[in-house]
């Protein structure tokens, strides 16, 4: 019961925020972006995988945001499902512009001593099999699987940034996670010959 009445708070306060920064309250429009911007940075950074990119697309975020205040189209309710959203429409956008690119950006972190050459390789090839995965999902899916797994999002917060209902959360959610581990589950040697 107390952290149905921690989201209530929260969202009640998240309301509040955004009426406040309806009005251009500059308070308001700072605390939006203190609260949200790591967020999103995060959420975006697990999508693109490349650090340079999510800062310019959570910025855009943040300016869609700007722009959707000023013309009275920006949201009335919901504030972090509005801002998520736009991330997410953000990243199918990038992708579609970057489809006819087939190269890999380079690591944004430097590799630790104490790791050998294989140790390194093992880990890159499993990194981008993973990334190449998420990539073969449908775009809700992806999402689901980001906002759940990788953002720490309950299936019921998951359901309120998405506006679905939990019953199709969960299923996007099975769906998603079964097409992973088909892709990345080892296979027979059998099948490997082949």
């Known amino acids: 019961m107390r952290l149905k009445w921690v989201r209530v708070t929260v969202k009640n306060c998240d309301d509040k925020l955004l009426q406040q920064a309806r009005n251009f309250d500059r308070t308001a429009l700072t605390a939006v972006y203190d609260q949200y911007h790591p967020l999103l940075y995060r959420y975006i950074t697990r999508q693109v995988s490349d650090g340079e990119t999510a800062r310019e697309l959570t910025a855009v975020v943040f300016e869609r945001f700007l722009a959707a205040l000023k013309t009275g189209n920006g949201p009335e309710t919901q504030l972090k499902a509005w801002l998520y959203r736009t991330a997410h429409n953000l990243v199918i956008d990038h992708y579609r512009r970057q489809a006819h690119r087939n190269h890999l950006p380079l690591p944004e972190v430097l590799p ?7 140790q390194l390789a093992e880990q890159h090839l499993l ?17 689901v699987i980001t906002l759940k797994f990788l953002e720490g999002f309950s299936n019921a917060e998951v359901a309120d940034l998405m506006h679905k209902p939990i019953g199709a959360i969960k299923a996007l959610q099975h769906r998603g996670l079964a097409r992973l581990q088909n892709i990345l589950a080892p296979q027979p040697i059998e099948e490997r010959v082949a």
């Open 112 to 118: 630790s001593g104490t790791d050998s050459p294989g």
């Open 127 to 143: 990194g981008e099999q993973v990334i190449t995965a998420l990539q073969t999902l449908t775009p809700e899916q992806q999402q």
